[in-house]
């Protein structure tokens, strides 16, 4: 018997119009987050191909996307040394698993140099299949390491309302988002949620470091309501990104770190968006000025070209699972695969070759911020910030007043939906209007963007006045 049949693979993907693509989709493709119904008397939009920051749709329109796909492309589409890492990988050994005291050359060079662009303290590295996976290692992880140290009854895990930490069971639990709360009986028991340090809902014309201390100290307030002694760990992004780009002052995370370093608890950064280069460091923690015991990563780690997650783990956790914890009862198939452990392998040489983080610091964050708060003497825009290549504007009836949009008229949704007809993805979170293009943007690039974003305002702003809703 011939056990390796050679198929020629099909020069270009099946030729079908939009209209057929679309009618597949709607009968047999499930979606993540899409309301079915919705979705199919539309039909979606069918992307088929990339290059740099820009994407392209089944009728041939060009794309700005400034969402780098979800968060993840941040060294831009069609980089060669990924695509020649993933093949030559996938020749050589297209899979191999570390459960059985094995390992694939990839796993290891993946977490050696993981290991060597953290922060100091982080020697070892957790793999997973996502984020979310990642977010649902910590929690067994965090449990875990208080058994370990003889301290069981610390088990609960306290999050943000309208943070987001992924859609597993664990994950959507310690996300703080109402709405996935809602569907599946989450959270699940032993995690708490607290407040988002969102200054424009909590804190407006408070001085603003003064907010940032007052946010984290609901943390404090959390920690003695459940019981210092049954706490077992924070959760929170840096920046929160699925929640509308939420910058919290530069007095939050110091307090934050504080207060768990009082209690004794550990700290978690969800740096599935920040890590990586997006916030001007390689780490958000870093940025924001925190040393966590846990760093959760997954899209920037391959800039998505394949699915990988992780826990980068500091040495306290790393010290009592390793030299005290006897086995950990816990992986994935695809922990350290080596397909897409080679995809980061490149993927992270090629942020440091092409000096990506610095870029976002010195040349593109700034010039970034620059351009976006001037986007504030436009009569919709309420606020503007930008943290690194993440940026956000609240888009307002009445700017003097700050007076926000009725909730019957769901300006986001009319100013994504302008966007996207004008060759630009931003996304819309309510009525923040977000970005986060990928990293490589030129200032060029920026001026593009910044001249759509400008054109869709405007549009809106008609729409808005036509309407009657300002
Ligand atoms: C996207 C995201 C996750 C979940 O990652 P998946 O790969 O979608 O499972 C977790 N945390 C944050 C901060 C995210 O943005």
Same mark, same amino acid.
């Given at each position: 018997?011939?056990?390796?049949?050679?198929?020629?693979?099909?020069?270009?993907?099946?030729?079908?119009?939009?209209?057929?693509?679309?009618?597949?989709?709607?009968?047999?493709?499930?979606?993540?987050? @899409?309301?079915?119904? *919705?979705?199919?008397?539309? =039909?979606?939009?069918?992307? %088929?191909?990339?290059?740099? $920051?820009?994407?392209?749709?089944?009728?041939?329109?060009?794309?700005?996307?400034?969402?780098?796909?979800?968060?993840?492309?941040?060294?831009?589409?069609?980089?060669?040394?990924?695509?020649?890492?993933?093949?030559?990988?996938?020749?050589? #050994?297209?899979?191999?698993?570390?459960?059985?005291?094995?390992?694939?050359?990839?796993?290891?060079?993946?977490?050696?140099?993981?290991?060597?662009?953290?922060?100091?303290?982080?020697?070892?590295?957790?793999?997973?299949?996502?984020?979310?996976?990642?977010?649902?290692?910590?929690?067994?992880?965090?449990?875990?390491?208080?058994?370990?140290?003889?301290?069981?009854?610390?088990?609960?895990?306290?999050?943000?309302?309208?943070?987001?930490?992924?859609?597993?069971?664990?994950?959507?639990?310690?996300?703080?988002?109402?709405?996935?709360?809602?569907?599946?009986?989450?959270?699940?028991?032993?995690?708490?949620?607290?407040?988002?340090?969102?200054?424009?809902?909590?804190?407006?014309?408070?001085?603003?470091?003064?907010?940032?201390?007052?946010?984290?100290?609901?943390?404090?307030?959390?920690?003695? +309501?459940?019981?210092?002694?049954?706490?077992?760990?924070?959760?929170?992004?840096?920046?929160? !990104?699925?929640?509308?780009?939420?910058?919290?002052?530069?007095?939050?995370?110091?307090? $934050?770190?504080?207060?768990?370093?009082?209690?004794? $608890?550990?700290?978690?950064?969800?740096?599935?968006?920040? =890590?990586?280069?997006?916030?001007?460091?390689?780490? !958000?923690?870093? %940025?924001?000025?925190?040393?966590?015991?846990? &760093?959760?990563?997954?899209? =920037?780690?391959?800039?998505?070209?394949?699915?990988?997650?992780?826990? +980068?783990?500091? =040495?306290?956790?790393?010290?009592?699972?390793?030299?005290?914890?006897?086995?950990?009862?816990?992986?994935? %198939?695809?922990?350290?695969?080596?397909?897409?452990?080679?995809?980061?392998?490149?993927?992270?040489?090629?942020?440091?070759?092409?000096?990506?983080?610095?870029?976002?610091?010195?040349?593109?964050?700034?010039? #970034?911020?620059?351009?976006?708060?001037?986007?504030?003497?436009?009569?919709?825009?309420?606020?503007?910030?930008?943290?690194?290549?993440?940026?956000?504007?609240?888009?307002?009836?009445?700017?003097?007043?700050?007076? @926000?949009?009725?909730?019957?008229?769901?300006?986001? &949704?009319?100013?994504?939906?302008?966007?996207? +007809?004008?060759?630009?993805?931003?996304?819309?979170? *309510?009525?923040?209007?977000?970005?986060?293009?990928?990293?490589?943007?030129?200032?060029?690039?920026?001026?593009?963007?910044?001249?759509?974003?400008?054109?869709?305002?405007?549009?809106?702003?008609?729409?808005?006045?036509?309407?009657?809703?300002?």
């Amino acid at each position: 018997m011939q056990n390796n049949i050679v198929i020629q693979a099909p020069a270009v993907a099946q030729k079908r119009t939009t209209r057929e693509w679309q009618q597949a989709d709607s009968a047999h493709f499930l979606h993540p987050f @899409t309301d079915h119904h *919705g979705l199919s008397s539309k =039909g979606s939009r069918i992307i %088929t191909k990339a290059e740099n $920051i820009y994407l392209w749709d089944s009728e041939g329109h060009k794309l700005l996307d400034a969402m780098s796909g979800l968060w993840c492309v941040n060294v831009g589409y069609g980089q060669q040394a990924l695509i020649d890492a993933a093949t030559r990988q996938l020749k050589e #050994l297209p899979f191999y698993n570390a459960f059985f005291q094995t390992a694939t050359p990839p796993s290891i060079e993946a977490a050696e140099l993981i290991s060597s662009v953290t922060p100091p303290g982080f020697e070892h590295v957790f793999f997973t299949g996502s984020g979310s996976e990642g977010n649902d290692t910590v929690v067994r992880m965090v449990r875990r390491y208080w058994d370990i140290l003889g301290q069981p009854e610390r088990q609960v895990i306290i999050g943000r309302v309208n943070g987001y930490h992924g859609s597993t069971m664990a994950g959507a639990s310690l996300g703080g988002m109402s709405g996935m709360h809602a569907q599946g009986g989450l959270p699940i028991p032993n995690i708490v949620h607290i407040d988002q340090p969102y200054q424009f809902e909590h804190g407006r014309g408070m001085d603003r470091d003064a907010f940032g201390l007052k946010a984290a100290s609901w943390l404090e307030d959390k920690i003695l +309501a459940v019981g210092p002694e049954k706490v077992a760990a924070f959760i929170g992004e840096p920046v929160q !990104g699925a929640g509308g780009v939420i910058i919290p002052p530069k007095s939050y995370w110091p307090e $934050i770190q504080r207060i768990c370093d009082k209690y004794g $608890i550990l700290l978690v950064s969800d740096e599935v968006i920040c =890590g990586f280069g997006r916030t001007g460091n390689w780490f !958000g923690c870093e %940025t924001m000025g925190s040393k966590p015991d846990l &760093m959760t990563f997954a899209k =920037g780690v391959t800039s998505g070209y394949i699915p990988l997650g992780g826990v +980068a783990v500091g =040495g306290r956790v790393a010290k009592a699972l390793i030299e005290q914890g006897g086995e950990f009862q816990h992986g994935f %198939t695809y922990s350290g695969h080596p397909v897409a452990c080679a995809v980061a392998v490149a993927n992270i040489k090629l942020i440091q070759q092409l000096k990506l983080v610095e870029h976002v610091r010195d040349d593109v964050g700034p010039y #970034l911020a620059q351009q976006f708060a001037s986007l504030r003497d436009h009569p919709l825009v309420g606020e503007t910030e930008t943290c690194g290549l993440m940026g956000a504007m609240l888009l307002v009836k009445d700017k003097s007043t700050g007076t @926000t949009f009725p909730g019957e008229v769901d300006i986001g &949704m009319v100013c994504r939906g302008h966007c996207f +007809a004008n060759g630009l993805i931003m996304r819309a979170v *309510g009525d923040r209007m977000i970005i986060a293009p990928p990293l490589v943007m030129t200032r060029a690039q920026i001026d593009e963007m910044m001249a759509l974003i400008r054109r869709c305002l405007d549009l809106t702003l008609a729409d808005a006045t036509k309407n009657g809703w300002i």
